[in-house]
């Protein structure tokens, strides 16, 4: 019970470092993260350090973090989600989410416990700020100097604090480890692996490990700071090796308290200033003035597929217009979905290869994957380096953090 209420603890206040599960994990910038020997350190076993995880109730710090993400997508759909940068356009935070989904970000981070969070993700000169601060959440584009503002009564008589700094810290090295932590199950190696320094902190790893055969991750290592039990940096690794798919990580932190000033705003002088929703329920979401609803950074798609594929998926129940099933477990799940869609996949690839369809068209499918059989009959697999998917000609899909060959042995044994 006191364990349970320890991870709520540590969760509450997951402070907001790398909202997008992503940082630029190329070999020159390895050294920024960890040197070579590792420092030496007590033992302490896999359990222990779970505890210690738990038992963390760091409230305050500020530094700078790394995030990337290499999920092996098409350049048209790396393109659509923005490249690399994360300023330019519309305010809101989720339009500048999907864009944090591909590529290499630097992010300045503060956090003064629930009440005050602060994210700035520097892009060459231009920026763009989340800011988080009592009643206020506050976006800011520098570059097209917008501003998104949503002001939340509630969070002002303390009712809704803790909801608003989980959706601002949803993808924090803190808050994957814990996501992380909650999934791995029976279907999960744990261990302690070598030691490291983090930004210039000594630091435990804890290394998840599928059991099954057929993921795609092949560990996802975090990076314990050796005093206070906060995660430093969290990858994610593809089981067929190269650069992480996801890494996260602190390269400067300081757990001392931010000035009061840090978290303040007001809104530049010209900027265009859209409102959300005021009140929007005990989730605190609120609306841009277009009417789309903020979901805040938990809606990060690349937490949701590193959650999806340990056993996350199939959560939704029935999609759109027909039913999903959850085959498999841990590491190993796939979510069979039937669209009722019939030849929907064919139609769409008889689409895109039109005369009258646009070349980018049958360039960007094309590029999503090659064609399988099976006994299920016949299929296209769309492929990344975590997510992959076989669309049947049914209309049924089969999806998970699994390879090409589990998702046809599944639609075999499920035909």
Known sequence: MATNAKTRKAARYAVPVAVAGVAAATVAMVPAFANSGGPDLPKM????????????DVQQLSGSAK???DLGLPKLASGLLGGGGVAGGSANPEDKIAQLANGSHTVRVAADGPDRQKLTFVDGKDEYSLIHNGADVWGYDSKANEVWHEKNPGAA??????????RLGGASPQQLAQDVLKAAGPTTDVSVGETAQVAGRDAYQLVLKPKQSGSTVGSVK?????????????????AEGGKPIVDAGFTKVDFAKPSADTFAFTAPKGAKVTEGAA????????KDGHGKEFKGLDSFPGLDALTGGMGGAGKGGAG????????????????????GAGKGLQDLEKSANGKDAPKEAKQFFDSLGGKVTGKFGEGRVFKTRLVNALITDDGKVYVGAVTKDALVQAADANK
């Not at 076993?45 to 963390?56: G, R, Y």
């Not at 008589?157 to 989980?166: I, L, S, V, Y």
Request: charged share 25%; net charge neutral.
């Open 45 to 56: 076993t896999a359990q222990q350090l779970i505890e210690k995880v738990a038992a963390s």
């Open 279 to 286: 009140g929007a329920g005990e989730e605190g979401h609120g």
């Open 222 to 238: 975090i990076a314990v700071d050796a005093k206070n039990g906060v995660p430093l940096r969290v990858q994610l690794l593809a």
């Open 320 to 339: 759109k217009g027909g039913e999903t099933k959850v085959l498999g477990e841990g590491w190993a799940t796939i979510a069979r979905i039937d669209t």
């Open 157 to 166: 008589a303390g009712k809704d604090q803790k909801k608003t700094a989980e």
């Open 67 to 69: 995030i990337s993400t």
